[in-house]
């Protein structure tokens, strides 16, 4: 269903009547659209769908809600109850160019706009969704909302130490509202003299890393060769999460002799507590609208400072020195807050025979969540 056929001036709407308007409501629709458009003085306020009960309904701007009587208007000029006239901006031609067809981002923008322009999403496969998002931000009563992709933008957020923190792009453990950068979907709405802008950050398992720092230079070949860490940020990925550095670079040398021996798990390294927290904080940020899809399940809520912050108290750490088999050539890290999961791996990712690593990558899951953010191969041996 497609409200596209919109009239700019009275002609052109009475032009419409006589072709597509049951005889019985021309007179009446007429004299609607005149009174939106003198008294409101706009002239394109409705939108008509010549092909589907288009001779008994039409669509009425959202900006106008909240400022017309529908009801009352229609009265004053003969509209009955048969004819429906629903609040919806009809099809302007204002969908962005970020719709990626069946992949979960562009099925979310598709039913959004469907709704916005319509007020029917009932085909769109994540409609329980957005009817969860349309009754939490109360989106029915909004003059305007509108939608704008910027997945596309891929925005960066490498992780790095600096000035004696963890930083992911722009956030550290102090600062670390990210809604703007970690957006997928942004709806802007406004209600009354209020505008808001709510960020939708889509995530769909398998995909999505937390953070990913290239350790190379960090954790070189000669210093794990040596036997000892020696670079000052190699030495702060050891101290945030607590691994010994002699027994992680045995890991590397024992692997590149052709097998792991000294494997294992310490369950209560000597982490620093205020750097780990630090740099799951301005991973995970907060300001905006999680929104991760599990196969059919789709697990949202808002993500607030307060949650935010819960989500990264850290209860429990333990590393595995060797993977979780004790015999792989890397070594992972288990942390546990009182809402989510956390994995991280420090290996090589190139996929060669080499054992020196060259990532240190990190996934998660909060609590209801069955899948991690980035595929569980990712962390075994």
Known sequence: MAFNSIPKNSSEMRALAGSSIDKKYRGPIIHFYNHIKKHY?????????????????????????GTVDVSKIKKQVGLDSNFKITWGDGSRGNRGTGNRGNLFEGQLEEGLNDWIEEGDYTNNQ???????LINYYDLEDCQVVKVIAEGGENKKRPLKYENGNWKVGDADGSHYDIGATVTDLTL?????SKTSVIYLSLKTSGTTTMSNLGVKKIFTKEDIQSGSIKTDVGLKVLETFGINNDRFCRIFNEAYNGKVRSGGNDPSPQFNRTLLQGMIRGSIGYGYHYTHKQGSKIKNFPMTKQL???????????????????????VDITVKTPVMELKFNIRDTSGSSDPWPDKLQSAYKFNGEAVFSIPEDGYVD
């Open 126 to 132: 994540y409609k329980g969704f957005i009817d969860d």
């Open 188 to 192: 802007t709405t406004k209600k009354g």
């Open 308 to 330: 935010c912050d819960r989500a990264t108290r850290v209860s429990s750490v333990i590393v595995h020195y060797g993977g979780k088999t004790g015999t792989g050539q890397r």
């Open 41 to 65: 003085g706009i002239e394109d306020a409705l939108a008509f769908n010549p092909k589907t009960n288009a001779g008994k309904s039409c669509k009425i701007m959202r900006g106008l809600k």
